[in-house]
């Protein structure tokens, strides 16, 4: 019967596919677009139900348009199926050109993938080609490409971009599509990708020129906005010049840059910020790029006293190709400053008695040694330690321990021998410095090269045994007697009362070169720089005698002992070995002394 009547049916399909396409051309928006192929597949190629699956940017696919049962519309339309399921159903069954059909015998299988269906049960056809409702026919719609021709063979692998799926369903004949049916199909597959791909392109369009147009008067809008923010802002605004002889003069500045400045902006224009910056600072701004740089300096007022501020950079056109100018923003950060001052300050100090932690103990200690022994230096530095740190002469013969505990004594002379002292019970300090020589004490860091300019520390000679007058950077590490037990008795109010107290005894007893610092828990000590055999056992008897006296709380009197350990810092030890061997020290006296001459409590 489709071979008789052939000839009307092709004339009549062409009929219809001529009108469908014509009306895809007419959609204004993607969604009318994606609808009237839809509905054209309805109207023009007699299939009762078709639905429109597109590709998201994800991947999956939409079902993004219905036609022929508002019932299935209002059921699967919005549902998405994954890729991997539409790619498995393109290269199911039989290959129609670029269509692909999926008789009822092999697509059951698909019945609980997650594709979206829409199907109803019926019987068994009734001769070869009648349609079947779980029959599946699918026209996939790939972008267009120049030049391209129609390939057959699997669509995943035609290389092209596939837009979206046409699936069909109960042709109107019961039949299924003869040649001239399934060539009408797939050209109208062809046609919908165009109308779909040119929709696509409108769109973007016509965000493209609504986006413009919104720039536009954002820019206008922007540049009265900036106008009025540059003058009215609350903080420092300027403008200068970019290249040319003139080169970063000011040439407008805002009313709370003049305030800030103390200067007018007539005489403003007269300045650039190289010649109101600090003199310290102008490296600091010689160093900022134009363009997003950031700096922290500071710059002169009128009075004659400088203010400390942030300065951000940043390039401005008044056209595409106009003159560039240098817009800076200036803020005043004084307060700040003096914040982080007090931040520094609480990070390097302890919080109870306000001496330096123990963090800031090892930084000033690792910046007084280096790595390198002194003997090796001895040749190049000479005899003398001068530059006034009073550090006496190298005694003659004097030779390097090489180790780390050598040199050190404890300040009662019955101590025991250190050879024969049991091993500390505290472990070693696991401290960030232990490597590291930062500048300080008014000398330059001995990390940054040769060690020329480094004044290296040494121990007195024989171990500190014999006082022969030498000078060296002592070490006196204190641990108080007994004031577990204040704590236990009195409670923790009482206990921090009597670290303050012996914190500011401690102070009160050395120089103002010295330092004093709190390791932790009961335990301090104390850096005095120049000292002698002599000068620092005496140090030790001190401060021991300024903590015995009784210490008042809440109308209670309570007493603490003190033992200290005496070392010597030297040149080739790290900080840590320092404090474990002044440590060790002190134990060595702590066991040594009666324990009646440790009252406590």
Known sequence: METESEPYVRLSTLRQLHRVVADLNTARSLADTLQTVADGVVAGLNYEL????????????????????????????????SRASWERRLSMGC????????????GWVLMDDDVPQWHTDGPAPRFEDEWHPHDRLYAPMYAPTLGSARTGGVPSGSGRELLGVISV?????????????????????????????????????????????????ALRASEESFRQAFEYAPSGMAIAEMGGDQHGRLLRTNDALCRLLGRPASVMRRYSFADLVH???????????????????????????????SLRNSVVADTADGPRFLLTHVEDIEERKRHELQLAHRASHDALTGLPNSAELRSRLSARICERP????????GAGYGGGFGYGTEPPGYESPGHGPAGYEVYDSGGTDPAGSE??????????????????????PAGAGPYDHHVHVVAPSDGGETDDGSKGLAVLFCDLDGFKS???????????????????????????????????????????????????????VRLRNAIIPPIRVDGR?????????????????????????????????????????????
Not at 52 to 80: M, Q
Not at 189 to 213: D, P
Not at 506 to 520: E, I
Not at 577 to 593: F, G, I, P, T
């Open 423 to 444: 091993p500390s019970p505290h472990p070693g300090y696991d401290s960030p410095y232990e490597h590291e020589h930062e500048h300080g004490f008014g000398f330059e």
């Open 95 to 106: 290959s129609w050109g670029e269509l692909r059909f999926i008789p009822h015998t092999e």
């Open 169 to 217: 369903d109960r042709p109107r004949n019961g039949r299924h599509p003869g040649p001239w049916g399934q060539e009408a199909l797939q050209m109208y597959a062809s046609q919908s990708a165009i109308a779909i791909s040119n929709a696509r392109l409108r769109s973007n369009m016509q965000r493209a020129l609504v986006r413009l147009e919104r720039e536009q008067q």
């Open 50 to 81: 078709a639905c429109v699956n597109l590709v998201r940017p994800d991947g999956d696919l939409v079902v993004a348009a219905f036609a022929g049962s508002s019932a299935a519309e209002a059921l699967i339309t919005g549902r998405v199926g």
């Open 486 to 540: 204040i704590n236990d008795r009195f409670g923790h109010h009482t206990g921090d009362a009597v670290l303050i107290e012996v914190a500011r005894r401690l102070t009160t007893g050395v120089r103002d070169g010295d330092t004093v610092a709190r390791l932790g828990g009961d335990e301090f000590v104390v850096l005095a720089d120049g000292l002698g055999t002599a000068d620092a056992a005496d140090l030790a």
């Open 279 to 309: 003199p310290g600072d102008i490296g600091t701004l010689l160093r900022t790029s134009a363009e997003g740089g950031r700096a922290e300096l500071r710059l002169g007022r009128r009075d004659g006293t400088y203010v400390w501020v």
């Open 557 to 601: 009197a309570v007493r603490v002992g003190a033992s200290f350990g005496i070392g010597w810092a030297e040149c080739g030890m790290t900080a840590e070995e320092v404090l474990n061997s002044a440590d060790q020290r002190m134990y060595v006296e702590k066991r040594s002394r009666a324990k009646a001459h440790r009252r406590a409590g």
């Open 374 to 381: 002194a003997a090796y230096a001895g040749a190049e530095q």
